[in-house]
């Protein structure tokens, strides 16, 4: 499979488990560390599989999105 060398399109944090995450996110303020890993673990536990499998299945798209436009910036 053909890959661009990078792409700001392909960058981890725009991934679909941290975008769902940073959304959720807004509404929160922790006041120890612990107080985050708790809400971290919990939010994860409350995604279904098909919420996984459909950011698995959104990054394949996406990385065909880049190879197609030889990894030049898209919207």
């Known amino acids: ?8 399109d ?3 944090s725009d991934y679909h488990l941290f975008r769902s995450m940073a959304h959720a996110l ?5 006041n120890s560390y612990e107080n985050v890993e708790k ?3 919990d939010w994860i536990a409350s995604k279904d599989e098909s919420f996984f499998r459909r950011g698995i299945r959104l990054l394949t ?3 065909e999105k880049v190879i197609a436009n030889d990894g030049q910036y898209f919207d």
């Open 39 to 41: 809400w971290v673990t």
């Open 10 to 12: 392909c960058a981890s």
């Open 26 to 30: 807004t509404e929160e303020c922790f």
């Open 1 to 8: 499979l053909p890959h661009a060398a990078y792409s700001p």
């Open 61 to 63: 798209e996406r990385w």
